[in-house]
């Protein structure tokens, strides 16, 4: 069996058919910004008929319906404090609830801190009536170079009418600056420069640093590389996620 800290790679392991009737569980998908993790989750979701679960979604939900928890997390905002891990955590618990969850789900932007990834093993073992029977997280790295992550988004390009997106690096227009579909002006987002990337990787580390290990400590971690085609990563994601659940219930 491949230790919990290597990379699954299926150019160097067999790729192992789809199991009929597999169902991938509770799934947190980590990576940097750019990895492509939200593309693996619409494709994940797609596959498997399970959903993606957002702190960002569901934080809206609440203060769009007037929630109790909606209520609360507003009379913070409004007052310039972050909502609390506490609060956070409520609300993803009452989202896990639903019957929609049952089989499994993908976790998107939670948990961030070792302290909400310590209340949503005990909400989860809890919620199963006796922790033998619970249904763990396991988490997935999806690992692109610091540079190549740099080039994936200092490069994108967009046209504004098609929505086309181009990169300059990998996969530029046949002329600089012009959408071959429709000879549109490309345009770069103002989201996408190299200090705002470096921002939001100081941003990953320091939100991602505690949670990590704390997978990787009970065998329920494992990294992909991510610096290869689309289809490819999701057969890693595949099997790696066959191997974590093999492992956690074996």
Known sequence: MASV?????????????VEDGFQPGPVLLLGAPGVG????????????GIP???????????????????????ELMSKGQLVPDDLVN???????????????YILDG?????????????FLQSDAGEPENATPVVAISIMVDQEGLLKRITGRRLCAQCKHIYNIYSNPPKV?????????VL??????????????????????????????A?????????DRSVGEVTESIEEALRMLRARVTG
């Not at 679960?53 to 769009?64: K, V």
């Open 110 to 122: 939670y948990p961030r801190t070792l302290a909400q990834a310590n209340a949503l093993d005990s």
């Open 52 to 74: 993606q679960i957002s702190t960002g979604d569901i934080l809206r939900d609440h203060r769009a319906r007037h929630t109790q928890l909606g209520l609360a997390a507003d």
């Open 187 to 216: 345009e770069q987002r103002k989201d996408d420069t190299e200090e705002i990337f470096e921002e939001r990787m100081r941003e990953f580390h320091t939100l991602t640093a505690p949670v990590i290990p704390h997978y990787r």
């Open 176 to 184: 600089a600056g012009i959408c071959d579909t429709d000879g549109s």
């Open 37 to 48: 993790k939200g593309t693996q989750a619409k494709i994940l979701m797609g596959k498997f």
């Open 90 to 104: 409520q609300m993803v618990e009452v989202r896990l609830a639903g019957t929609d969850c049952a089989t499994g």
């Open 5 to 17: 800290s290597e990379t699954v790679d299926l150019d160097s392991t067999s790729k192992a058919q």
């Open 218 to 226: 009970q065998g329920r971690f494992l990294e992909i590389n991510g």
